[in-house]
């Protein structure tokens, strides 16, 4: 087994550079979810009717609102609390649960823009198939309630697994008195209850990867025919796949870091007691969600263009303050 040298204390720099990068990305992410979360919420605000892709990102970014104060909340506790030579802490193992169940949440509101990309833009030959593309189109708000019903249900049993079995090592630490053992116990009892709420994603990454799948083939069809038509490249629903896709794919390699990542700090954090390598964990999986964001804001048309008013209105701005100044430079003659 790699073995690798405990980092059970690190240096004030180390610490300080640590949470300047984490109220940075802390900063970033509130940045560009809360952006997309008030774009669309001032629509409704002004009665206007939110699309079912607006709606699903609506939704996805207040997630990740909570999932960037969660990972905020992880590193203050890192840095400052919990000492690597000690078992976890139940405020500690509590914030990591709650930000797998919100990651959970956050992969269910993915494959349900996945699954909307897919009705919308794949076009199906097959009656079952083409049946189902109309049903996610017209129902994607049901569809959303019933992936955050799913979620929800998962929540509580996980939260019930986890302070079931945390009430039980408390209850076995309490009455034993090999502190060998009963840190055994702990760490037992949080990788069993991880495990467990891991399982709940495997549905919704399934889902996610199935409509992925489609669109991959769907686009290939399309290029072919185009090919064969020999049509030019500025075909709409050309560019809707390859949208489309960049933003889904994307979230595949992000996901994907994010769940290796959060995989490599269960044995960093609990084995090799290594919290420089818990800090380099953590950096990654706040980065993540701030990235998807970005790419999501680029490949929106409705997003770019509030980025666009908002830039316009700040170059209009600084004109008018810089010709207000040179205004004031300007020697009075009369």
Same mark, same amino acid.
């Given at each position: 087994? %790699? ?5 059970? /204390? ?28 008030l774009v669309n919420f001032w629509d ?11 709606? #699903? ?12 104060? %969660?990972?905020?909340?992880?590193? !203050? ?24 169940? /919100? ?5 269910? %509101? ?15 030959? *097959? /009656? ?42 408390? /209850? ?62 500025? +075909? ?43 800090? #380099?964990?953590?950096? !990654? ?17 409705? %997003? ?5 008013? !908002? ?12 010709? *207000? ?6 020697? +009075?003659?009369?």
């Amino acid at each position: 087994m %790699l073995a690798l040298t405990p980092v059970i /204390t690190v240096s004030y720099e180390v610490k300080s550079a640590f949470m300047f990068l984490s109220v940075l990305e802390l900063a970033v992410g509130i940045l560009t979810n809360a952006f997309i979360f008030l774009v669309n919420f001032w629509d409704v605000v002004r009665r206007q009717p939110l699309s079912n892709c607006d709606l #699903i990102l609506l939704s996805l970014s207040l997630t990740r609102l909570f999932l960037h104060g %969660l990972l905020f909340l992880d590193a !203050i506790q890192l840095t400052y609390f919990q000492r690597m030579k000690d078992p976890l802490s139940l405020s500690y193992q509590t914030i990591i649960m709650l930000w797998m169940i /919100t990651n959970q949440a956050g992969l269910w %509101l993915t494959t349900c823009l996945s699954l909307f990309y897919c009705s919308k833009i794949v076009r199906f030959s *097959h /009656t079952l198939l083409l049946c189902l593309a109309n049903w996610v189109s017209r129902k994607a708000p049901q569809m959303l309630l019933g992936a955050m019903l799913f979620s929800s249900a998962c929540t509580l049993l996980c939260l019930g697994d986890f302070f079931s079995r945390s009430g039980f090592a408390f /209850t076995t630490v309490l009455l034993m008195n090999n502190t060998e053992f009963n840190s055994q116990i702990v760490k037992l009892n949080f990788y069993y209850s991880s495990i467990f709420c891991t399982l709940g994603s495997i549905p919704p990454f399934m889902f996610f990867l199935v409509s992925s799948g489609v669109l991959i083939i769907s686009l290939g069809r399309h290029m072919r025919t185009m090919k064969a038509n020999t049509k030019d490249s500025g +075909d709409p629903s050309l560019e809707a796949h390859i949208k489309a896709l960049i933003s889904l794919i994307s979230f595949l390699c992000l996901y994907v870091v994010s769940f290796c990542v959060a995989l490599i700090s269960v044995p960093l954090t609990m084995v090799w007691h290594n919290k420089i390598g818990v800090m #380099i964990c953590v950096g !990654i999986l706040a980065a993540c969600p701030s990235i998807h964001a970005a790419i999501l804001i680029s490949g929106n048309a409705k %997003l770019r263009r509030a980025v666009e008013t !908002i830039l316009l209105w700040v170059q209009s701005s600084l004109k008018v303050r810089a010709g *207000h100044r040179a205004d004031l430079r300007t020697p +009075d003659l009369c």
